[in-house]
C-alpha cells in the first residue's frame, strides 16, 4: 500500500483507488491484459462497489507493460458510459476520454482528428448533446455518423489500443443503435489495432447484450468475472495501514469487520474508515469499534437504503413483493422457508418469492452465485434491513 501519514484517514472508499493502493489485483489484471492483446474482446462483471473501475486502472498499468513479442505496451482510453442515454451523449463520452487523456501522443493525434471530424460534419463536439433537443430522422442519421465517426478516432490513431467502456450496460436504454455503430466502428476488419474492455455491475442486462444473437454484439467477448479478494490479503491490507497510522486493530475486531462486510471492497474500506475516525492515534481498534462504527454507518448517511426500499413500498404489487423478499432474504438468508415465514411476509407460495428473487436480481440487489442461495450485492444493505425490518420478531 502507499504511505499514508500517520494523521490521515488511509482508507479511501468514495472514488477509484490508484494502482499502488489495490490488493489482490494483480494477477487478474495480467490475465486481462494478456487477453486484450490478442485482439479478445473482454466483458467483466462485477457487482456495485465491488472494484470494476479500480480494476480498469490497475489494467492499464498492466496493459502499458511489454508482455513479450506480439504483446508490447497497449495504451488505455477509459470512457465512463453512465449517462450515455443517447448517441449524441455515447459520443460526448468518448470524446471527453479522447481530448483528456493523459498519453500526450494519443491525445494530440485525437485532437486533431475530432477537429477535422468538426469540420466536416460541421458539428461543435463539445455541445453535441444539447442537439438531443431536435426529433427528427435527420437528427437520428447525423448523431449516429458523429458517433461512428467519433469510435473511429482510436483506430485512425494508429496505436495499440484497449478501450475500456464502464457501465457498459447503460447503452441498453439508449436510443438509436448504439451497439451496431459500435461494432461497426471498433470491430470491423480494420480495427485490428484496438480492443474493448466492456464492464457493468447488471450481468444479466450485459448478458442479453452479448448472448442474444439478434444482437449486434453477440459472441463478441470473452466473459470474465471480477475475482473477490482473498481474506487473508484484505486481512494483511487492513492490518498494516491501521499499524501504520498508529491504530492498530485487534484480530477479533479485524474479523468481526470483514464478517460483516463480506470482503466487499467498498464498504470493507468505508467501515474501516469509520472504524479509524473513531479512535485517537496510539489507540487500539476493538470489536466494540467496530460495532460503534456500525451502527454509525447505518444510522447516518445510509438513507440510500431507506429511499431504495421506499421507492419499491411505493410501487404496485410486484415492487411491494420485491420489497418483502429483501426483508426475507436479509433475516432468513436464503429463499426457501417453510410455510410459517413465507406467510410472515405476506408470501402465499413459494413461486412468488421465486419471482421477486429473479426480479431483484435484474434490479442489481441480489446476485446469483455459480451454487448456493442468491446473495445481497451490498452486504451492508441487509445488514441495515435485518436492523429495520418490519417483519422482525419481537420479544414480549
Known amino acids: 500500500m502507499p504511505h499514508v501519514p500517520a494523521s490521515l484517514n488511509p482508507?479511501?472508499?468514495?472514488?477509484?483507488?490508484?494502482?499502488?493502493?489495490?490488493?489482490?489485483?494483480?494477477?487478474?489484471?495480467?490475465?486481462?491484459?494478456?487477453?486484450?492483446?490478442?485482439?479478445?474482446?473482454?466483458?467483466?462483471?462485477?457487482?456495485r462497489g465491488t472494484g470494476k473501475t479500480t480494476f480498469a486502472g490497475v489494467l492499464g498499468a498492466e496493459l502499458a507493460r511489454d508482455h513479450g513479442p506480439g504483446a508490447g505496451p497497449f495504451v488505455t482510453v477509459y470512457v465512463d458510459l453512465q449517462h450515455a442515454f443517447s448517441l449524441a451523449a455515447f459520443a460526448s463520452a468518448v470524446h471527453a476520454a479522447l481530448v483528456a487523456h493523459p498519453d500526450a501522443r494519443l491525445r494530440r493525434a485525437a485532437q486533431a482528428r475530432l477537429r477535422q471530424i468538426e469540420r466536416e460534419l460541421e458539428v461543435d463536439l463539445r455541445v453535441v448533446k444539447f442537439r438531443e433537443r431536435r426529433r427528427d430522422a435527420a437528427r437520428e442519421d447525423g448523431a449516429a455518423q458523429v458517433l461512428a465517426e467519433v469510435l473511429r478516432v482510436p483506430v485512425r490513431v494508429?496505436?495499440?489500443?484497449?478501450?475500456?467502456?464502464?457501465?457498459?450496460?447503460?447503452?441498453?436504454?439508449?436510443?438509436?443503435?448504439?451497439?451496431?455503430?459500435?461494432?461497426?466502428?471498433?470491430?470491423?476488419?480494420?480495427?485490428?489495432?484496438?480492443?474493448?474492455?466492456?464492464?457493468?455491475?447488471?450481468?444479466?442486462?450485459?448478458?442479453?447484450?452479448?448472448?442474444?444473437?439478434?444482437?449486434?454484439?453477440?459472441?463478441?467477448?470473452?466473459?470474465?468475472?471480477?475475482?473477490?479478494?482473498?481474506?487473508?490479503?484484505?486481512?494483511?491490507?487492513?492490518?498494516?495501514?491501521?499499524?501504520?497510522?498508529?491504530?492498530?486493530?485487534?484480530?477479533?475486531?479485524?474479523?468481526?469487520?470483514?464478517?460483516?462486510?463480506?470482503?466487499?471492497?467498498?464498504?470493507?474500506?468505508?467501515?474501516?474508515?469509520?472504524?479509524?475516525?473513531?479512535?485517537?492515534?496510539?489507540?487500539?481498534?476493538?470489536?466494540?469499534?467496530?460495532?460503534?462504527?456500525?451502527?454509525?454507518?447505518?444510522a447516518g448517511p445510509y438513507v440510500e437504503f431507506a429511499a431504495e426500499v421506499g421507492t419499491l413500498a411505493a410501487g404496485g404489487e410486484a415492487d411491494e413483493n420485491d420489497r418483502r423478499a429483501l426483508y426475507l432474504l436479509a433475516a432468513e438468508g436464503r429463499p426457501t422457508s417453510t410455510p410459517a415465514v413465507l406467510a410472515r411476509y405476506g408470501f402465499s407460495t413459494h413461486s412468488t418469492l421465486g419471482a421477486a428473487v429473479d426480479r431483484l436480481v435484474a434490479r442489481g440487489l441480489l446476485v446469483r452465485a455459480p451454487r448456493g442461495a442468491p446473495a445481497f450485492s451490498d452486504p451492508l444493505l441487509a445488514e441495515w434491513l435485518v436492523r429495520t425490518s418490519p417483519f422482525r420478531e419481537r420479544p414480549g
Not at 490508484?18 to 485482439?39: H, N, S, W, Y
Not at 474501516?272 to 470489536?287: D, F, H, N, S, Y
Open 158 to 298: 494508429g496505436r495499440d489500443i484497449a478501450i475500456v467502456l464502464d457501465e457498459f450496460q447503460a447503452l441498453r436504454h439508449c436510443k438509436g443503435q448504439p451497439l451496431a455503430i459500435l461494432r461497426g466502428a471498433l470491430l470491423g476488419p480494420d480495427a485490428g489495432a484496438v480492443s474493448l474492455l466492456l464492464t457493468g455491475s447488471l450481468r444479466g442486462a450485459i448478458e442479453l447484450m452479448l448472448r442474444s444473437s439478434r444482437e449486434p454484439l453477440f459472441a463478441q467477448a470473452a466473459e470474465l468475472e471480477l475475482p473477490a479478494i482473498g481474506y487473508d490479503e484484505f486481512a494483511d491490507h487492513l492490518d498494516l495501514a491501521f499499524t501504520a497510522t498508529g491504530r492498530p486493530i485487534d484480530p477479533d475486531a479485524l474479523d468481526r469487520l470483514l464478517a460483516v462486510t463480506r470482503l466487499h471492497p467498498k464498504r470493507t474500506q468505508q467501515l474501516a474508515w469509520q472504524a479509524w475516525e473513531l479512535v485517537p492515534e496510539g489507540t487500539t481498534v476493538t470489536p466494540d469499534v467496530v460495532e460503534d462504527a456500525l451502527d454509525g454507518l447505518l
Open 11 to 47: 482508507f479511501v472508499w468514495n472514488r477509484p483507488l490508484g494502482p499502488e493502493g489495490v490488493v489482490g489485483m494483480q494477477p487478474f489484471a495480467e490475465r486481462c491484459a494478456r487477453i486484450l492483446k490478442a485482439r479478445t474482446n473482454v466483458a467483466l462483471f462485477g457487482p
